[in-house]
Structures are given as C-alpha cells and as structure tokens.
C-alpha cells in the first residue's frame, strides 16, 4: 500500500492510507543503515501487519520533491503563513524572515492576514499592498467571522501546506475551520502513544480531503536567517531589483552607498518603510554574522 506520514513521534510514523486510515508504523532498520530519516510528508509503501490494529511497517520511502529543515517536512507544495491585523499587531519583521527562509526553500507563500473583524479594513488593505508589491498573493480574512475563508479552501485544494504564523493569530481556529475533525485525531494519535495532547512542539499533516493536507506547525516567535551572504540577501526582497538599475556602481547592497536607485525610491514613496528597514536590520545581522 501507499501513503503519506503525517506525524513522526517517539519511534513511529502514522501513515494516512489517502483515504480515511491512520497506521501506526516502524521504519525498517534499513533506512538507518542508509543514513534516511522518514520525514513528516514523505510518501511511502508500507506493508500492514495489523488490519484491526492498523500498525505496519514503511517499506520504502518514495522519492522527495522537496525537503525542509524548520519544520522537518517533506514534499511541500506551498506556505500559508498566517498573521493578525490586530491582537496581536503583526511583526512584519517576522513576516520578512519567513519570507526569505520560504523563498530560499523554493516554497511558493501564501500571506494570510487574521482578524480583519478587529481592526479597520484600511489598515488591512495598507498591509495587503504592502506584500502584493513585493510580488506576494496576499488574502484578508475573519476566522471568526467566516469572511475568506472560501478562498483559502481553493488555494489548499490538491496541494501539502505548511501553515505556520506566531502564536495567537489564528492557526488553530482556522485548521478546525479547514477539517474539523482535526482536534480529534491529533487526540487519537496522543492517545496511541499514551501521552497527553501537549505535543505542539511536534508538527502534524492534517488530511483535508483527496491530494489535500495542512501541516500545522508550532507557532515561531523568532527566526533568524543563516548560511547568506549579506550581498545575496537583495535576491529574497524582489520589489528592490526595479530600482537598482538607476544606482551607481554595480553590486550596490543599498545601504551605505551615495547615489543609490533603491534608496531614492525610498524617499520617494515608491517603496515600503518597514519592508527596505527589515532588508537593512537582517542585512546588518548576515554581515556581523561573517565577522565572527
């Protein structure tokens, strides 16, 4: 049989059979001989040693798409990183690393930004434009009010999501819009391996519907981009390549430089505040990091 991992704890993989079963399985010793760790997301063959039981063992794990390190996933379509207008106020810091960790990855990112009900909509849409100018498909939504929540049903549609956002904005009241019995069967799963439902350090795939899973990951509160070279950061904040033709001296970072088309932009309105202040604070961070 085939199916995908959709959470790895304490030794076993439960494997969603595409259809409506979960199995409890164990990695053959193979797979450790041969240096592979079965991730979260991984399509696999697995043999079932148990039908009433639904254990099994994974065979062989098919050939990845893709692979993440934070979260540990494998076979990523896209992100959907969820953020609140209000209550919290967003971090947009913390939204620019995401973005830069993401398109370093080569995941496609949804922005979703929670709460609209909380706040005025021309604050929402100020933010919208802020994200949609740097190339970004950017959804406002009410959870609580049920308002675009359609829309994000599309987009999950045929595709394996990382949903990740801080704590507080939202995730788990819209993984329990998106499949309901969500809650239930992370329960289930504790219960398998007895241990409380206190394990949101570990991410989980949630089966949506046919082709369709979430991967709903612990909320981050801080990220830090590594392993860049300062001079490459440029690449991950697109909306600046429209200007750079008009700097001075080629490999401008933007920065320091006198005559420079990114900063006269800036100036001018024609881009975001916080979006070039965050380039020039993880700019600062990459080039301390080199230092040392």
Do not use: W
Not at 1 to 24: E, L, R, S
């Amino acid at each position: 049989m085939t199916g995908k991992i959709i959470k790895g704890i304490a030794g076993f993989y439960y494997v969603h059979d595409g259809k409506k079963a979960v199995y409890q399985c164990k990695a053959k010793g193979v797979f450790r001989n041969r240096g592979i760790k079965p991730l979260v997301g991984d399509d696999v063959e697995f043999s079932v040693l148990d039908p009433v039981d639904l254990e099994g063992n994974i065979e062989e794990i098919l050939p990845r798409k893709n692979s993440l390190i934070r979260p540990a996933v494998a076979n990523v379509d896209q992100a959907v990183v969820l953020f609140a207008l209000a209550d919290p106020e967003p971090n947009l810091n913390l939204l620019d690393r995401f973005l830069v960790m993401m398109a370093r990855a080569g995941v496609p990112v949804q922005i979703c930004l929670n709460k609209l009900d909380l706040c005025e909509r021309e604050k929402g849409i100020a933010c919208q434009d802020i994200y949609r100018a740097a190339g970004y498909p950017v959804h406002l939504l009410s959870v609580k009010e049920e308002l675009g929540l359609d829309r994000i049903r599309q987009i999950l549609k045929g595709k394996t999501t990382v949903l990740a956002g801080p704590s507080g904005v939202g995730k788990s009241s819209l993984t329990n819009h998106i499949q309901p019995k969500a809650a239930m069967e992370t329960g289930e799963i504790s219960g398998k391996i007895k241990r409380g439902k206190h394990t949101t350090r570990h991410s989980q795939l949630i089966y949506v519907e046919e082709a369709t899973y979430v991967l709903d990951t612990p909320g981050f509160s801080s990220l830090y981009v590594d392993d860049l070279e300062p001079e490459k950061l440029q690449e991950y904040f697109p909306e600046l390549s429209a200007f750079a033709d008009d700097c001075r001296f080629l490999g401008c970072v933007h920065i320091g430089e006198k005559v420079c088309g990114v900063k006269a932009a800036l100036e001018a309105g024609k881009l975001s505040q916080s979006r070039y202040e965050n380039y020039h604070l993880i700019y600062q961070e990459l080039k301390e990091k080199r230092r040392y």
